[in-house]
């Protein structure tokens, strides 16, 4: 780690612990008040103090229930009825953006906040809404270099208004410090193997295949953290196991614990979790259905990537929305093209890319951004806008190819070199017809209850399981869940048989299944 210099003075110090004495003898004299309720910071060029809030932890092995985090993990999850909110038009959630951020606001803070700041990334054009919250906990380094290099070093959010983007950030920071481990998560400590089937196997969600793992030096000599691959997992070695909750059979089941919750290095089994299918939303019912739409999103857009199939336009004229045309205004403003593709698979959720190249140079810089939902025109607000978190890393490049954000190889290489002709897979297939909003069937459902009913018996109907970790953290109260489907597939490179060589010959999308040699060889890299 980088070690900061003291920026202080002894003089300024010696202000700081007299004030500090000065406290304490106030409390001790029965003289309370607000700043004994927090954290006071001195600034010592205006001599002005400023109180930070702190809160107990209610969780707290002294003053508190240690067992708190344990008992909700436990226990079964039963979703309950959550109406939707009126008004929200970016994913028919049980608060809105703006009753979210009044909320939980709060946990906003430079000095005690669990999220330092929420501001607007760098190089953000003004026609879109992108906002930054701080380090990734998912996405660890150790480095000064790495975190500089990284495209998914910071956590993040976007909308179509600063309120909703705010409020994504805010949500995707509060997930990944829920879902980093703090030693209060209950663990079995057992082998695979005589767990019975009440364990799920880790390579039923990781899918890395084989031959991968033979070959796992090379994929990790890159050192990139998406690509990385573990050692084969040890059915006959005890780990750590953490249940989690099968709405499909209505029963526990159990996952290694370093599949489950991010850590700070390298746990001893040598697998490590990753953020696919990790949510923050307005109820727990909302962010097991965002967590799902991930999973359905991410498996979507590995089946189209790595097969490099060819997939419909989406007719983005024909969603009569306002808000595209002003998009694509801004995006030709600066000289780019947009369009989106259909990539709904076999599920039958609505799933689009949104893509955009520069078309007044050479290297067309090519950005992306993918969104699912069952309501299609959520499913493309989502991609739109995700895209344009993507902008302000390419928003300043020069002639000469410098002026990047970002130095990550996989990215820049993309951006040099992937154009729209060498790349025909991201452009529509113009042999089949643009999808409008009466292409896919939409019933909206007023609760979210029904949405978490659709989603199990849509899994069940495949011969799927969804299984849900509540990783909501006490101390926040912020509805934070883990959802996985086994078999379901990441969008990084893992290369395990099933869904990713089958699902697209069953679509019709190709005759054969795709060999392992035959996949796409640029890694995404999102």
Not at 57 to 64: D, I, K, S
Not at 387 to 394: A, D, N, T
Not at 517 to 524: D, Y
């Amino acid at each position: 780690p980088v070690r900061r210099p003291h920026a202080t003075l002894p003089a300024g110090r010696a202000v700081a612990t007299h004030l500090a004495v000065l406290e304490a003898a106030k409390w001790l004299a029965g003289a309370r008040g607000a700043s004994h309720d927090g954290l006071t910071t001195l600034d010592t060029v205006t001599l002005a103090t400023t109180t930070h809030p702190t809160a107990r932890l209610p969780q707290c092995a002294v003053c508190g229930d240690p067992r708190l985090t344990a008992r909700r993990i436990e226990a079964p999850f039963v979703p309950a009825s959550r109406p939707k909110a009126a008004g929200d038009l970016n994913g028919h959630r049980a608060l809105t953006p703006a009753q979210m951020l009044e909320r939980y606001g709060h946990l906003v803070g430079p000095v005690t906040g669990v999220v330092k700041e929420i501001r607007r990334a760098p190089g953000s054009p003004g026609f879109i809404s992108a906002y930054l919250s701080g380090q990734n906990l998912a996405m660890r380094s150790g480095t000064l270099a790495g975190l500089r290099a990284g495209l998914r070093s910071l956590s993040g959010g976007k909308g179509l208004s600063d309120t909703e983007a705010r409020t994504s950030a805010l949500c995707e920071a509060v997930e990944r410090y829920s879902g980093t481990r703090q030693g209060d998560e209950p663990v079995v400590r057992e082998t695979y193997r005589a767990l019975g089937d009440e364990a799920v196997h880790p390579n039923a969600c990781q899918l890395f295949h084989e031959r991968q793992f033979a070959d796992r030096d090379r994929w990790n000599s890159g050192g990139s953290h998406l690509h990385h691959v573990p050692r084969r997992f040890d059915e006959e070695s005890p780990t750590e196991w953490t249940p989690v909750w099968s709405l499909t059979h209505r029963r526990r089941r159990l996952l290694p614990t370093s599949l489950l919750f991010f850590g700070e290095h390298e746990a001893p089994d040598g697998l490590w979790a990753d953020s696919n299918g990790n949510a923050a939303g307005s109820s727990p019912e909302d962010a097991l259905v965002q967590g799902f739409l991930e999973l359905v999103e991410r498996d979507a857009v590995a089946l189209w990537w790595y097969n490099r199939t060819r997939h419909p336009a989406v007719d983005l004229d024909a969603f009569g929305e306002s808000y595209i045309e002003r998009l694509r205004a801004g995006y030709r403003s600066v000289g780019r093209e947009v369009w989106a593709l259909d990539l709904t698979s076999d599920l039958g959720i609505p799933v689009v890319a949104a893509l955009s190249r520069r078309t007044d140079k050479p290297a067309e810089d090519i950005v992306f951004g993918f969104g699912a939902h069952f309501d299609p025109r959520v499913a493309l607000r989502r991609a739109l806008t995700e895209m344009g978190q993507l902008l302000p890393l390419v928003g300043e490049v020069t002639a000469d190819g410098g002026g990047y954000r970002v130095t990550d190889p996989e990215p820049l290489d993309w951006w040099r070199h992937a154009t729209a002709a060498n790349r025909p897979y991201v452009r529509p297939d113009r042999a089949a017809p643009a999808r409008t909003p009466d292409h896919w069937s939409y019933t909206p459902a007023g609760d979210l209850l029904q949405d978490v009913r659709s989603i199990t018996e849509l899994l069940r109907s495949r011969g799927l399981e969804l299984l849900v970790l509540d990783q909501t953290r006490p101390d926040l109260e912020l509805p934070v869940v883990k959802v996985l489907v086994p078999g379901l597939r990441h969008f990084w490179p893992r290369y395990a048989p099933g869904r990713l060589y089958d699902t697209p010959v069953e679509l019709g999308l190709r005759t054969e299944p795709c060999r392992l040699e035959e996949l796409n060889p640029t890694p995404l890299f999102v």
